[in-house]
């Protein structure tokens, strides 16, 4: 069931006051203040239904799973101006007002608001995983265990020069999220997870080569169930993660998060890469020893974390 709270008078990182902020969250699992709490940031496109019949991520949350909703207490937010909530007059008009930092205040505001002082888990995939560590370097011991998935620390020149492709197509094109999805599914997989799915196999009915009929899919269904305000502002904070800005080198931030870290990255990703993650993986062994670093061994690229469940549990049951 989604539930509400009401952030007041945040001031963001640019120094903007915003008078009200409604903060949408779903809880699974057992009741607030009855077990562990695992918090569950969503991806650009994503939502706060993490598991159940619906669930993005419920190849890995649920009863019975990795993180088992008969044991933990699962609660995940949204980001405001997402959409979700389907209040047309809550997306954000001015899509350059939040960056991550932004997204990972309002989410400790929220927490405070629900009498949550500490968390076993904080995981996110994507830009979701970017918040989390967002919220790690802003409270530096209210997370146990930070688990960034298929993300980093900082968005990389490589997925900035994406993000602004991204922007040009939302502002500029005549049908702006059908046509942005359609890049987006370029980064999202791989060369070598297309030629597994299609083989340069050809669609008689449709007169065109199934990669992309599939593409053109994807942007039909996206552009049937998000908002373009929610694509271009959620795209913006993508390309704003960096918990070092005003604050010192990465190996000084990271040596104050008192939380385990627990990177997860994936072979083939071509958006948040794996050899970015190794340089991060490597910064953080000389200022922390509760470290680790995981790999998904897959062809389907940054979308793997949707994928393959059964990999992404084999590396998370020890903290789970």
């Not at 094109?173 to 340069?200: C, G, T, W």
């Not at 794996?274 to 340089?279: G, K």
Request: aromatic fraction near 10%.
């Amino acid at each position: 069931m989604l539930q509400k709270l009401d952030i007041s008078n945040f001031v963001t990182v640019k120094g903007k006051l915003v008078d009200q902020i409604p903060l949408t969250y779903e809880v699974f699992g057992k009741p607030l203040h009855q077990a562990p709490v695992v918090l569950v940031n969503h991806a650009l496109t994503g939502n706060s239904n993490v598991c159940g019949e619906n669930g993005w991520w419920n190849g890995l949350i649920g009863k019975g799973k990795c993180i088992d909703t008969d044991k933990y207490t699962v609660l995940s937010f949204n980001v405001p101006g997402n959409g979700y909530d389907g209040v047309e007059e809550n997306l954000i008009k001015e899509y350059k007002i939040f960056k991550a930092r932004d997204i990972a205040a309002i989410f400790l505001e929220g927490l405070k608001l629900l009498e949550i002082h500490k968390i076993h888990a904080a995981i996110g995939g994507s830009v979701g995983g970017g918040i989390a560590w967002e919220i790690a370097a802003l409270n530096t011991s209210i997370i146990s265990n930070l688990i960034p998935v298929a993300t980093d620390w900082k968005s990389s020149d490589w997925l900035k020069a994406n993000c602004l492709v991204q922007e040009q197509i939302l502002l500029n094109s005549s049908n702006p999220v059908h046509d942005a999805r359609l890049h987006a599914m370029l980064i999202y997989r791989s060369p070598e997870s297309f030629r597994q799915k299609f083989d340069r196999s050809y669609n008689e009915d449709k007169d065109m080569y199934n990669v992309e009929s599939w593409l053109l899919h994807h942007g039909e269904k996206l552009d049937g169930r998000f908002e373009l305000p929610a694509y271009k502002e959620l795209n913006h904070i993508l390309a704003n993660i960096d918990i070092t800005e005003g604050r010192g080198s990465f190996e000084e931030v990271a040596a104050s998060i008192k939380s385990n870290i627990h990177i997860i990255s994936v072979r083939s990703d071509m958006f948040f890469t794996e050899e970015e993650d190794e340089i991060t993986f490597e910064k953080l062994k000389q200022v922390k020893q509760n470290v680790t670093h995981g790999v998904i061994d897959s062809a389907h690229g940054h979308d793997a974390f949707l994928i393959e469940f059964e990999e992404l549990s084999t590396l998370l049951k020890e903290v789970f």
